[in-house]
Nanobody, 130 residues
Framework: QVQLVEYGGGLVRAGESLRLSCSAT????????????MGWFRQAPGKEREFVAAIARNGGRTVSADSVKGRFTISRDNAKNTVYLQMNDLRPEDTAVYYC???????????????????WGQGTQVTVSS
């Protein structure tokens, strides 16, 4: 079992930046954060949850949605059991609840489909005013 907690959401103006953090803890003996590829998703009111970015277990590969390319960067620090989402040049359309998610253990693919992820955080609200 993996528990995920997101931090860093808030209210910002268009053009500003935020960095989201997601801290992971595990309950299994010898649990290791680097076992899991990680992803960020977001869900705006009245819309379906959508993929934002994903990162491989060792951080060597990332993939992101076209809507955030060049503005958002996903990274991770396995020593701190934390994955980050640096969001620059925020726009009102980025307003959503942002969720981090852990893929199944030892996965090698980076998934953009929410159903591929096993563990989810509770979400953190990001609101961008115009």
């Amino acid at each position: 079992q993996v528990q995920l907690v997101e931090y860093g959401g808030g209210l910002v103006r268009a053009g500003e930046s935020l960095r989201l953090s997601c801290s992971a803890t595990g309950t299994a003996t010898r649990w290791t954060f680097s076992t899991y590829s990680m992803g960020w998703f977001r869900q705006a009111p009245g819309k379906e949850r959508e993929f934002v970015a994903a990162i491989a277990r060792n951080g060597g590969r990332t993939v992101s949605a076209d809507s955030v390319k060049g503005r958002f960067t996903i990274s991770r620090d396995n020593a701190k059991n934390t994955v980050y989402l640096q969001m620059n040049d925020l726009r009102p359309e980025d307003t959503a609840v942002y969720y981090c998610a852990a893929d199944k253990a030892y996965g090698t693919l980076l998934h953009s489909t929410s159903t591929e992820y096993v563990f989810w955080g509770q979400g953190t609200q990001v609101t961008v005013s115009s």
